[in-house]
């Protein structure tokens, strides 16, 4: 390489909580599984570890070490069980706390600062999506406190998720309510894009609003804040029930509450979000979900463990990749090769990079739904 | 040959491979009377199944069939094939111990060998002995050089034509045959139980793309270099082809916490390279690759043993691959990191590849029901893993092979004949005790 190595670099990592730095042997697995390699990216996890043991220069572009999704194939697969998402954020945070983020996870970062969500919208208009529903506001008599992800307050596509929820929630007759303004961003792709205080603070404001309210049960309508929820809240003095929709929504089905028509008979695939998937290992209740509306199920050849990652996590929802470098379009074209008329998914992200890739592949006759707009759409 | 079962011997072996015969073989050299319980229908293991062995490149038949015969035809063992051990007890300072011969459907004196019943049987099944390349009959001679020559027949598939029963010249075949129950009695036990491989790996690892003919496992590998192999040559399963390109996937499974097995298999960066100086024979032209995490040559010639591996032009890259899918033509698709060229991500395409799959410990590790201890890495365990592996935590209990955890058939020789030795000293020391009491 004709660098020297800066030893130090080490030691920050594993300060910074990258403690599987060194447990890694090299085996090269987590870049021959990575989803970069379906579209020639140049992010090399073996790579990125090897130049932090050693404290090389190279990692820190942002398509290298900001090209990771966190989509846990890796990690899962790993023989050596390094959390590499773990190393990974702990050498973004190295970047990112010297000013290093990349431009557009800047304003993403200053806007959670200011605003209480990525999308530099006013926090304000945090229940702009309800607009014309009956949403319940949230109180210590309510079962659950409906937790909308960010990108379904405001990207008006993602609206339409939370919007269909919400009715599915109200003709189940299930207990709940939202807080809206008071909310601020779980913090999951903060801390994932390594701005560590950012994401404390944002916990520290989520976890008091807990408290304050009484909050026993959340739904999230997102497995990102699924995620952060149940894995780094905890550690936090978080103390609570935590339910992504889609395992509600098979719940309920099961239960007979949902009056829906079971007579869809489009062909439905579903595409397992990673978050809800691989790193909550959610595989089967939105299969449940998907069923109960009487859809003919397409299998997808890369499901479950094996599912495509639609590139969003990570703070990739954020920033620009070129459309021959999309998994979603690999993902959309997949679906659609098929024969799915339908492709559904469990995850605000995912339908925003799909629905992206399906209008640049012109696949009119695709439709992308997230499960609560399924079966919202089959509501007798 | 194979002696009707008596009801006392000095030491019961269970396991008839390679540790279980060495075992059986010297402690009868040395005046004990043995019993060898094997669960498969011939003695051999896995050892008779393979095609060479390292680092010599001797015939794996030519000299498995010798300890074999050796051991069937010495006047102080019995070798009770297809039968497993479903119960011991220890009863008067020895061991009672009830095994189950299971059904073969042929009287085993009466059966000569001829195959008459094979030949005339109208079913065909895949030859797990060929590495599910071959057919074979329901009722058969398990494979060649099998010992004892003595025909068995598969129930499950078996149409009950009754052609074999007809045929059969000394009217060995027992259609109606049902399991036996024997007992008998010894004063120590050997467990030589063996290990099994990773088997599930490949849909662990690679999920669908898994399931294609051409990515086989190092056994089926094994018998497609055989000398009385499924083909005699080696091609490709799909589609008959003789292979241009093969590769080897080192660390199927092994050291691998995540698929929970921390520990190194031990044989197969030897054995790869093996098939892998096999093939360069076989097929002069193809290309060969072996992908590696770390190349563990440390026997005696192993590493003069790899580099003229390399020497012969065996390519070794240093990546874990996966297995992502096929092409139309049925290659394996591999993708990898180019880590040494620092070519970054790659992906290949291979006519044939071999998953050098985890070695695990048996099924029935242990059917003694003493509950032997074992070792953290699911194996038996040894009291003194230094000074005499083979001794296990029960009083009597000894043990040798890959039942102990993975090892080359070099160790496993020399375990089984530590075994034989400790089984020996104990036996001896038992019987210069009952002199001095009486």
């Keep these: 390489m004709g660098q020297t190595p800066f030893i130090e670099v080490n030691q920050?990592?594993?300060?910074?909580?990258?403690?599987?730095?060194?447990?890694?042997?090299?085996?090269?697995?987590?870049?021959?599984?990575?989803?970069?390699?379906?579209?020639?990216?140049?992010?090399?996890?073996?790579?990125?570890?090897?130049?932090?043991?050693?404290?090389?220069?190279?990692?820190?572009?942002?398509?290298?070490?900001?090209?990771?999704?966190?989509?846990?194939?890796?990690?899962?697969?790993?023989?050596?069980?390094?959390?590499?998402?773990?190393?990974?954020?702990?050498?973004?945070?190295?970047?990112?706390?010297?000013?290093?983020?990349?431009?557009?996870?800047?304003?993403?970062?200053?806007?959670?600062?200011?605003?209480?969500?990525?999308?530099?919208?006013?926090?304000?208009?945090?229940?702009?999506?309800?607009?014309?529903?009956?949403?319940?506001?949230?109180?210590?008599?309510?079962?659950?406190?409906?937790?909308?992800?960010?990108?379904?307050?405001?990207?008006?596509?993602?609206?339409?998720?939370?919007?269909?929820?919400?009715?599915?929630?109200?003709?189940?007759?299930?207990?709940?309510?939202?807080?809206?303004?008071?909310?601020?961003?779980?913090?999951?792709?903060?801390?994932?894009?390594?701005?560590?205080?950012?994401?404390?603070?944002?916990?520290k404001a989520n976890l008091e609003m807990f408290q304050a309210h009484g909050v026993k049960k959340i739904i999230t309508t997102s497995p990102h804040c699924l995620q952060t929820f149940s894995r780094d809240y905890p550690a936090l003095g978080g103390e609570y029930q935590v339910i992504h929709s889609s395992q509600l929504l098979a719940e309920l089905a099961a239960a007979g509450r949902l009056p829906l028509s079971a007579s869809d008979g489009r062909k439905v695939a579903y595409h397992d979000p990673c978050y809800l998937g691989r790193h909550g290992g959610v595989f089967d209740p939105p299969r449940a979900a998907i069923s109960a509306c009487g859809v003919q199920v397409v299998e997808l050849e890369r499901e479950k463990e094996f599912s495509l990652c639609c590139g969003g996590g990570g703070g990739r929802v954020w920033m620009e990749t070129p459309p021959e470098q999309r998994f979603s379009l690999l993902r959309v074209q997949e679906a659609a090769a098929a024969g799915a008329q339908v492709l559904a998914t469990a995850c605000p992200y995912c339908v925003s990079l799909l629905e992206d890739s399906r209008k640049t592949a012109g696949l009119e006759d695709l439709r992308i739904m997230e499960i609560s707009e399924l079966l919202a759409e089959n509501l007798g | 040959m194979n002696h009707a079962p008596e009801n006392h011997y000095d030491a019961l072996v269970v396991g008839g491979g390679i540790a279980g015969l060495q075992a059986a073989l010297d402690l009868a050299e040395q005046g004990f009377r043995v019993a060898v319980v094997e669960e498969d229908a011939s003695v051999g293991g896995k050892m008779i199944r393979l095609s060479k062995v390292f680092p010599t490149l001797d015939c794996a038949s030519c000299i498995t069939t010798p300890k074999m015969a050796a051991a069937a035809h010495h006047p102080r063992i019995s070798l009770l094939t297809y039968s497993r051990l479903a119960g011991l007890e220890r009863a008067g300072g020895g061991f009672a111990a009830r095994i189950e011969r299971k059904a073969r459907f042929v009287d085993e004196d009466q059966c000569i060998g001829c195959r008459q019943c094979e030949y005339a049987c109208p079913v065909l099944l895949p030859d797990a002995d060929q590495g599910g390349f071959a057919a074979r009959k329901a009722i058969y001679i398990p494979f060649g050089n099998a010992i004892p020559q003595v025909a068995l027949r598969e129930e499950e598939n078996c149409t009950f034509c009754g052609k074999c029963e007809k045929v059969c010249p000394t009217g060995a075949v027992d259609l109606l045959q049902q399991p036996q129950e024997i007992s008998l009695t010894a004063e120590a036990v050997v467990l030589a139980t063996g290990f099994r491989l990773m088997t599930d790996y490949p849909n662990r690892a690679y999920g669908p793309a898994a399931r294609q003919p051409n990515l086989i496992t190092s056994l089926q590998m094994e018998r497609l270099l055989a000398p009385h192999g499924p083909y005699m040559r080696v091609l490709r399963p799909s589609d008959g082809k003789e292979p241009d390109s093969v590769a080897f996937i080192q660390c199927a499974g092994s050291r691998d916490l995540n698929l929970g097995v921390p520990y190194c298999s031990r044989v197969c960066c030897m054995y790869a390279i093996k098939q892998a100086m096999l093939l360069s024979g076989a097929l002069p032209l193809a290309d060969l690759t072996v992908y590696y995490l770390d190349i563990r040559a440390f026997g005696k010639n192993y590493e003069q043993f790899f580099q003229n591996a390399k020497a012969m032009g065996v390519e070794f890259v240093k990546a874990k691959p996966v297995v992502v899918g096929s092409t139309a033509e049925g290659a394996v698709r591999l993708r990898y990191e180019d880590q040494e060229g620092g070519g970054g991500g790659q992906e290949r395409e291979h006519d044939l590849v071999v998953m050098s799959l985890a070695v695990l410990p048996a099924a029935e590790l242990d059917p003694t029901g003493l509950g032997v201890g074992l070792g953290a890495d699911g194996f038996l365990g040894s009291v003194s893993p230094k000074l005499a592996p083979p001794l296990t935590d029960q009083e009597g209990v000894f043990a040798a092979g890959t039942a102990l955890g993975p090892k080359d058939i070099v160790d496993t020789i020399v375990e089984a004949g530590a075994a034989a030795s400790q089984a020996a000293a104990y036996l001896a020391a038992r019987r210069a005790a009952g002199r001095a009491a009486a």
């Design chain 1, 12 to 203: 920050a990592i594993v300060e910074s909580g990258g403690v599987d730095l060194n447990a890694c042997m090299q085996c090269g697995l987590c870049a021959a599984v990575c989803p970069w390699r379906e579209v020639a990216g140049e992010f090399l996890p073996r790579l990125m570890i090897r130049q932090g043991q050693l404290g090389l220069e190279g990692y820190e572009s942002d398509d290298v070490l900001f090209g990771c999704t966190t989509c846990n194939k890796c990690v899962i697969n790993c023989p050596r069980e390094v959390d590499i998402i773990g190393v990974m954020r702990a050498m973004r945070s190295l970047v990112v706390e010297s000013g290093g983020a990349p431009e557009t996870l800047k304003a993403v970062l200053g806007s959670c600062h200011a605003n209480g969500n990525p999308w530099s919208e006013p926090r304000e208009k945090r229940m702009a999506w309800s607009e014309g529903l009956e949403v319940p506001a949230f109180t210590p008599d309510k079962e659950h406190l409906l937790f909308v992800c960010c990108t379904s307050c405001y990207e008006q596509r993602s609206q339409k998720i939370a919007r269909s929820l919400v009715e599915l929630l109200n003709r189940a007759g299930v207990s709940y309510g939202v807080l809206g303004p008071e909310q601020n961003c779980c913090g999951e792709s903060v801390r994932k894009i390594g701005d560590e205080a950012l994401f404390q603070k944002l916990a």
